[in-house]
């Protein structure tokens, strides 16, 4: 195992780099001048011209990345256009929302996606298999920031069962006021993860292994927990681990619809400020985010399946 953890945070390494690169790169091909988004309209040449000095703008792009490294490898991420504050203290403030609200749509998702999979492919070919997957198509087909726009509208809006907005306070003030951007994204997760562990679930109940449990004579939850289940995981675990990644990356849309003060929203406000140092800081904990979850992911399935350690 540790073997394994080591491999991976090395494989970790040129990623970092490659996506350094990118990120430098797709920055400064953005339109617009940031040193006139931070002195406005009616900055004079000589105040923008200090601002470009201050932000090593007038540098060559090979010194710009160079000055950009080695920022970022000593922690110093810049200082915040748009928030005029430190970036890493910037993100250290957003990160917790933005996790609790991928934790929080991912447990949903597992929740309604699990036992949903295993009614289905225990009833292949009948009606309760039939009206599940044809439910979750639905969910498939509509992209997630109309599903929130539709529970806002209803259950927030007409019903007022749930806050339009905001973050709440404390864990159950928390779940509470994040239940309806989580339950968007959820909805369109679980149907994909239903989809995937279905299919798993009905190629394990058909082994040979599990055949063979049958006629020793062991009870059916213990057939589905230790058989079924374990060996239906493997790829499905790879599964929850992509759709982890996709929302880190997809909170943009939602947290801007529901009004959720996290890293979406803030990468959105960041964008059309021009805000340099903020989109880069941003990408960047981006991607560290989604190689610590692609880590434990596979940490994981190498606890479920042992001959992936090798």
Avoid at 25 to 50: C, F, K, N, Q, Y
Avoid at 103 to 117: E, F, N, Q, R, T
Avoid at 247 to 253: A, K, Y
């Amino acid at each position: 195992m540790a073997r394994l953890v080591l491999t991976r945070l090395l494989l970790m390494i040129p990623t970092f780099v490659l996506v350094m690169i990118i990120i430098f790169v797709l920055v400064r091909l953005l339109p617009g001048d940031p040193a006139l988004a931070i002195a406005g309209d009616r900055a004079s040449d000589a105040e923008l011209a200090t601002i470009r000095e201050r932000l090593g703008l007038n540098e060559s792009m090979l010194m710009q990345f160079a000055l950009f490294v080695k920022a970022t490898l000593s922690g110093d991420m810049g200082r915040s256009i748009l928030m005029r504050a430190p970036v890493a203290s910037v993100i250290a403030e957003k990160l917790p929302i933005t996790v609790f609200l991928a934790v929080y749509s991912v447990g949903l998702s597992l929740l309604i996606a699990g036992p949903l999979a295993f009614v289905a492919a225990l009833n292949r070919g009948r009606w309760p298999d039939s009206l599940i997957r044809t439910i979750f198509q639905v969910g498939l087909s509509m992209p997630v920031f109309y599903i929130g726009l539709v529970l806002l509208t209803f259950l927030a809006a007409k019903l007022r069962l749930f806050p339009v907005g905001g973050t709440g306070t404390g864990l159950f003030g928390q779940l509470y006021a994040m239940f309806l951007p989580a339950m968007a994204i959820a909805f369109y997760t679980s149907a994909i993860i239903l989809r995937n562990l279905r299919a798993a679930i009905i190629d394990v109940l058909d082994a040979e292994y599990v055949a063979f449990a049958r006629v020793k004579g062991l009870p059916p939850r213990v057939i589905l927990g230790r058989h079924v289940l374990r060996n239906a995981l493997i790829s499905t675990v790879t599964l929850v681990g992509l759709s982890i990644g996709n929302l880190m990356s997809g909170t943009l849309v939602t947290e801007t619809v529901f009004a959720v003060p996290g890293l979406g929203r803030l990468m959105l406000e960041a964008i059309f400020a021009r805000d340099y140092p903020l989109i880069q800081g941003l990408t960047l904990s981006f991607a560290v985010l989604v190689s610590i979850v692609f880590l434990l992911t596979d940490l994981f399935q190498s606890w479920l399946d042992p001959r992936m350690r090798h």
